[in-house]
């Protein structure tokens, strides 16, 4: 959408000044009218390297889309139009991305435009999901009902993430720290050593000539490790945006011996609670289903529910085509099924996913109470093992002199 600089006149006669963007002149001229500005003069402004915004390129923090959401739930409720609500979040907001993509979306609305098309247009700011909840809301007269649903529904799915973070960061910080002491002490402790090693004319100790040869080897070496290194993470990257090695890693994931279980609570939460969400609002079975599949983010149960989806075109049970696999659990099966008896597939999954949701929190406590010491140890371990190197050849040395 083109961007316009304005400069115009208030209701009081002061001169403003700013941006605007809209389809066409006119239609930024109308919504400028409609704020109480007058304008006097229009220019649009040319994208060039130096002056295009990349606000845009960026999502918005699911913590200021969670506010955005529940903030616009309650104005709708308060009775606040639609147009006015999305003008004043977009004053509000602090994120930039949102505040120039809510602009635009105000300016569509004032055009006669909804505000699922207008969302639509941005869909690095207003995910699918978002926009399809927000179309079946409008199609039912129901748009508060489905922006407290998608609030409370980005609310869990935040936490959900916040949890799983907290406990995957103190075994990477602690890694990263291990391996940048390791680092230091073979690159710039130890060398100081290897003169005086030299000088003992005796066999050093097993232990002692490992250390010593590695510390040779990555401080004469050290260029080449950095390249296996950018080799090795470029190869990673390439490789995961593969359709067959993203879905080969994501099954690696699963079965981890420890966080393995814990990535497929996660993934079995979003997935109960997305699909409740989307049929909660009225959206069609078989686009719910594809919804899902597009936000689950594995791609093993992401096969699954494509799978799901042609069985369930075909006349089948979501219960029935999920029950033989291995990474959605019988519970989930088997409360899909009296869900889809008794017509409240929605609200069965609703309590599948606080379950899951629940699980998730437990085994992150448990998991951060026993990686801790864990950790410790290792690291304990790494170091001491490094200066014991350092120490049995002067152990050594001493009790020959003695």
Same mark, same amino acid.
């Given at each position: 959408?083109?961007?316009?600089?304005?400069?115009?006149?208030?209701?009081?006669?002061?001169?403003?000044?700013?941006?605007?963007?809209?389809?066409?002149?006119?239609?930024?001229?109308?919504?400028?009218?409609?704020?109480?500005?007058?304008?006097?003069?229009?220019?649009?402004?040319?994208?060039?390297?130096?002056?295009?915004?990349?606000?845009?390129?960026?999502?918005?923090?699911?913590?200021?889309?969670?506010?955005?959401?529940?903030?616009?739930?309650?104005?709708?409720?308060?009775?606040?139009?639609?147009?006015?609500?999305?003008?004043?979040?977009?004053?509000?907001?602090?994120?930039?991305?949102?505040?120039?993509?809510?602009?635009?979306?105000?300016?569509?609305?004032?055009?006669?435009?909804?505000?699922?098309?207008?969302?639509?247009?941005?869909?690095?700011?207003?995910?699918?999901?978002?926009?399809?909840?927000?179309?079946?809301?409008?199609?039912?007269?129901?748009?508060?009902?489905?922006?407290?649903?998608?609030?409370?529904?980005?609310?869990?799915?935040?936490?959900?993430? +916040? %949890?799983?973070?907290? $406990?995957?960061?103190?075994?990477?910080?602690? #890694?990263?720290? *291990?391996?940048? !002491?390791? /680092?230091?002490?073979?690159?710039?402790?130890?060398?100081?050593?290897?003169?005086?090693?030299?000088?003992?004319?005796?066999?050093?100790?097993?232990?002692?000539?490992?250390?010593?040869?590695?510390?040779?080897?990555?401080?004469?070496?050290?260029?080449?490790?950095?390249?296996?290194?950018?080799?090795?993470?470029?190869?990673?990257?390439?490789?995961?945006?593969?359709?067959?090695?993203?879905?080969?890693?994501?099954?690696?994931?699963?079965?981890?011996?420890?966080?393995?279980?814990?990535? +497929? %609570?996660?993934?079995? $939460?979003?997935?109960?609670?997305?699909?409740? #969400?989307?049929? *909660?609002?009225? !959206?069609? /079975?078989?686009?719910?289903?594809?919804?899902?599949?597009?936000?689950?983010?594995?791609?093993?149960?992401?096969?699954?529910?494509?799978?799901?989806?042609?069985?369930?075109?075909?006349?089948?049970?979501?219960?029935?085509?999920?029950?033989?696999?291995?990474?959605?659990?019988?519970?989930?099966?088997?409360?899909?099924?009296?869900?889809?008896?008794?017509?409240?597939?929605?609200?069965?999954?609703?309590?599948?996913?606080?379950?899951?949701?629940?699980?998730?929190?437990?085994?992150?406590?448990?998991?951060?109470?026993?990686?801790?010491?864990?950790?410790?140890?290792?690291?304990?371990?790494?170091?001491?093992?490094?200066?014991?190197?350092?120490?049995?050849?002067?152990?050594?040395?001493?009790?020959?002199?003695?």
């Amino acid at each position: 959408m083109p961007n316009y600089r304005y400069q115009g006149r208030d209701r009081f006669g002061k001169i403003k000044r700013g941006k605007a963007s809209g389809a066409t002149p006119r239609d930024v001229t109308m919504a400028l009218r409609e704020k109480g500005i007058a304008v006097i003069n229009l220019t649009e402004v040319k994208e060039t390297l130096w002056n295009r915004e990349l606000t845009l390129e960026r999502s918005v923090k699911s913590q200021d889309f969670v506010v955005y959401l529940r903030q616009f739930s309650t104005l709708l409720n308060a009775g606040v139009p639609v147009v006015d609500a999305t003008s004043l979040l977009a004053e509000q907001t602090e994120s930039p991305a949102l505040k120039k993509a809510l602009f635009g979306i105000e300016t569509e609305l004032r055009a006669g435009h909804p505000f699922s098309e207008s969302a639509a247009k941005y869909p690095k700011i207003f995910p699918l999901l978002f926009v399809n909840m927000l179309k079946a809301g409008e199609l039912s007269g129901n748009l508060e009902t489905s922006l407290e649903r998608l609030a409370d529904y980005y609310e869990k799915q935040h936490a959900t993430t +916040q %949890k799983i973070k907290s $406990a995957l960061v103190y075994p990477i910080s602690v #890694s990263i720290i *291990a391996v940048a !002491v390791i /680092i230091f002490m073979l690159t710039f402790v130890i060398p100081r050593f290897q003169a005086m090693f030299a000088s003992f004319n005796t066999q050093l100790p097993l232990i002692t000539r490992m250390v010593l040869g590695t510390s040779r080897w990555m401080t004469t070496f050290w260029w080449l490790i950095m390249i296996i290194i950018c080799a090795l993470v470029i190869s990673m990257y390439i490789l995961s945006r593969q359709s067959r090695i993203h879905y080969q890693i994501d099954r690696i994931k699963l079965k981890m011996p420890i966080f393995g279980p814990l990535l +497929q %609570k996660a993934a079995i $939460a979003r997935f109960s609670r997305t699909l409740s #969400s989307l049929l *909660a609002s009225s !959206v069609p /079975i078989l686009q719910a289903v594809d919804m899902v599949g597009k936000v689950v983010g594995n791609k093993v149960i992401e096969k699954k529910l494509i799978e799901t989806r042609v069985a369930v075109e075909s006349g089948e049970s979501i219960a029935s085509s999920m029950k033989n696999s291995v990474v959605i659990p019988p519970l989930v099966t088997q409360m899909m099924a009296i869900g889809e008896q008794t017509g409240a597939l929605d609200s069965m999954l609703a309590k599948v996913a606080d379950f899951y949701e629940s699980e998730v929190e437990h085994t992150t406590d448990r998991l951060k109470s026993l990686i801790e010491p864990v950790m410790i140890l290792i690291l304990a371990g790494i170091v001491g093992f490094i200066v014991l190197s350092v120490f049995l050849p002067m152990f050594k040395l001493y009790n020959q002199l003695g």
